[in-house]
């Protein structure tokens, strides 16, 4: 399907690209990065930096991770930086740059389709490639409605065609919502991960990326974020998944990647790319009322703990809140996540609490955080009382026989239990997922 005319050249061209890879293998990452290598040799320039933006992570049709990518491309302007390297030969990056001359945008683009469905696993179930290029900014709508929300195709047709977007597609229309995604992000709160792709021969078969390098190398770098955890012992850079990829550091910063990717001892890697991404932004999240949170939606939702956790088989723990309009929340911290179930276990009707997640087709709100608010006071499990007369401590009769003086044989009833107050397992404060739970846009916070 072939929608629009190529950007007249009004200004830079902004090529958003998504649903190139499916579950037999391919990745979209690593096909932007072969249209990188396609600009190059079209004599087009690379303009700031390219971008992994990751999309509504409870989409049934994703093959993995609900990644969309993008890229600008003109003619570069001021002093250029290397982003990544193909075929041995670097990836210039330029801070500004100006319009490619329409001849050339064209046949760019031409190229760029031609490469992008060459690079595709096109042909296999669930893959329906789709480019979107525009000299116009995008509303970003596009974007937040993508990453918040289920978005229906004719509407992002829509919204491209009155901005005169050129729009191509191999299969269905699918891939349109994620590549003009890709192009809408604004960019709040970015972070970077650079990708070591694996070499063509070795793809399919064990990778080897040594640990002790990846857990150096965070110690080493504060600025890198979520490429161990400690309290499993896993090394999470490296997918495991058939797809091109051999790892992927990400960081607070570009520098902290770039610094520590030559420190990583692995199989050799054959092409790297530095990402703009919006992971670890938290922007699936929204604060909303427990009735607003859709199916296959996220949310952010404040209230009271109305049920005693029920711990369920595998070790996952479910209560029920009510939020401040009186709805209700069944909640599901899932025992993978480590923190969360443990923190759930010990929550108590009354304990005032924030929590986020979100939701498949079904009521339950899968926790992806939990912040404990206010606490009811917590008390210790019933002792016996002591004897007003001779004060010794009383007896147990039996379960609900209440209590015996063992001197002067006075006699006390279940309810004369002596509770003290104890300090809450988990205080007041933010729990977040242990790392190797986290999802690519999980809220950053602190790893053990
Ligand atoms: P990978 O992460 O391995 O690159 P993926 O998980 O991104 O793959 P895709 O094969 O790209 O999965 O499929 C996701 C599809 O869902 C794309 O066609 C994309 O346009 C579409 N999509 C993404 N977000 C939404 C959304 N919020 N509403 C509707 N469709 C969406």
Redesign the pocket.
């Known amino acids: 399907m072939v929608r629009g005319l190529p950007p007249r050249g009004r200004g830079t061209i902004w090529v958003g690209i ?5 579950p037999l293998g ?4 690593w096909v932007l990065s072969e249209l990188l290598d396609e600009a190059r040799a079209a004599g087009v320039d690379l303009i700031g930096e390219p971008r992994l933006v990751r ?2 992570p409870n ?1 049934p ?8 990518l993008a890229a600008r491309f003109g003619v570069g302007r001021g002093r250029r930086r290397r982003v990544g390297e193909i075929g041995g030969t670097p990836v210039w990056s330029y801070p500004t740059g100006r319009r490619v001359d329409p001849g050339a945008a064209v046949d760019w683009l031409n190229r760029a389709w031609v490469r992008l469905l060459a690079a595709s696993r096109t042909g296999e179930s ?3 490639p ?1 480019l979107v290029a525009t000299d116009r900014p995008l509303p970003a709508s596009l974007y937040w ?9 004719p509407d992002v047709r829509r919204i491209l065609e009155a901005h005169g977007a050129f729009v191509r597609t191999s299969g269905s229309d ?6 003009s ?1 890709a192009i809408a992000w604004r960019e709040s709160h970015p972070t970077w991960e650079l990708i070591a792709y694996r070499t063509p021969e070795r793809w399919g078969r064990p990778r080897l990326v040594d640990g002790d390098s990846v857990r150096r190398a965070m110690s080493e770098n504060p600025d890198l974020f979520l490429c161990a955890d400690p309290r499993t012992r896993r090394v999470l850079v490296a997918p495991h ?1 058939p ?1 091109p990829i051999l790892f992927g550091l990400r960081g607070t910063r570009p520098g902290a990647p770039l610094a520590s990717a030559p420190t990583i001892r692995s199989e050799p890697v054959d092409r790297w790319v530095l990402f703009r991404t919006n992971q670890g932004s938290g922007d699936h999240l929204k604060v909303r009322a427990a009735r607003d949170v859709s199916a296959f939606g996220s949310g952010i939702v404040r209230g009271t703990v109305a049920s005693l956790p029920v711990t369920l088989p595998g070790g996952h723990v479910r209560f029920g809140v009510v939020d401040t309009a009186g709805a209700a929340l069944l909640c599901l911290a899932f025992e993978p996540t480590k923190t969360l179930p443990r923190v759930a276990r010990t929550l108590l009707p009354g304990d005032r609490v924030r929590v986020w997640g979100s939701r498949a087709s079904g009521p339950t709100f899968r926790l992806e955080g939990i912040e404990l608010l206010r606490l009811e006071a917590r008390r210790s499990s019933p002792h016996p009382p002591k004897c007003t007369a001779c004060r010794r401590t009383s007896r147990s009769l039996g379960h609900l026989r209440g209590y015996r003086c063992p001197d002067c044989r006075r006699k006390w009833p279940p309810e004369a239990a002596v509770r003290t107050v104890t300090a809450p397992s988990f205080g007041v404060g933010v729990y977040h997922p242990t790392p190797s739970a986290r999802r690519h846009l999980a809220l950053r916070g602190p790893e053990p």
């Open positions: 998504d649903d190139t890879d499916s391919g990745c979209t990452t999309l509504n989409i049709w994703k093959t993995r991770g609900n990644a969309a669930g893959t329906d789709a409605n993508a990453v918040r929300d289920v978005v229906e195709v699918r891939g349109i919502v994620g590549a995604a998944t797809c």
